[in-house]
């Protein structure tokens, strides 16, 4: 529980605050911008909510900070938060919420579909969250992107029962036991909708999910970067290799469409077009080239 005697000094106001246990995991800054952004090296209030949308919106991301970093004055609606993760980004395509610290907070989503849903990466097990993926269906399949990102992923399919998919080569230690893992380096169809692809550089075994050529979740090797303008990937925080990286970059962006781009770390892209996306498939290779 976030404790106002370590409030940081660079909060404005005092109803919302985080204090200095936040691990600049970024979280709330993308979903409350209006109330949280960074400053030295940590997030901070820089506005209190001023409306009762940007309240819930604060509330969210309390609820969703993986170190209980961010309080607030008692009295505000907590459950209508609760009862808004996971959060839809596009029809069928939520962002669960609740970030976890074994996973460094990066974002989980669970994915509504006929043949099944699919939860991509762990969020933090919680009571309140398992509710609501029980009340959208449950889960019939979790993927787990790479080693990094699973953080109470037994929990969650020892709940809903669901296999799990993984590559191999990130296998170890807690998933061990996953049931259903994937091997080699090329794409692996789950079902009709479904792909895995390979994307050794980040770990080894790091793995995108490609839904029906719309949407890829992409764990930590793409992502999105506002200041830039364009999808990178994380130079200073590749675990395996960076010349592997960038060819699993180039392989994927020439044999495969998506138009959503849906990171554990690093910020989303909804492209408007396929050209739209193609811009920032050469923006980010061409950036790639100069790394
Ligand atoms: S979500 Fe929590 S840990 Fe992450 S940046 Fe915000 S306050 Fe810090």
Redesign the pocket.
Known sequence: MAQRARALPTNVGDDFF?DDS????????WIAPRT?DEARG??RVHHQPASAPDEHRALM?QL????A??GSRPGKDVAAAQAAWPDEIVPGVYHCGY?SEASF?AASYLLVREAGNVLVDSPRYNRPLARRLEALGGVSLMFLTHRDDVADHQKWTEHFGCPRVMHEADIAGSTRGVERPVSGRDPVALDDELTVIPVPGHTRGSACLLFQDQTLFTGDHLAYAPRRGHLYAFRGACWFSWPELVASTHRLFAEHMFLHVLPGHGRRYLASSREDMARQQRACLDWLATV
Do not use: L, N
């Open positions: 985080v936040c691990i600049d995991c970024a979280a709330c800054r949280f940590q997030s991301a969703a900070c993986p170190t970093s961010i970030h907070g």
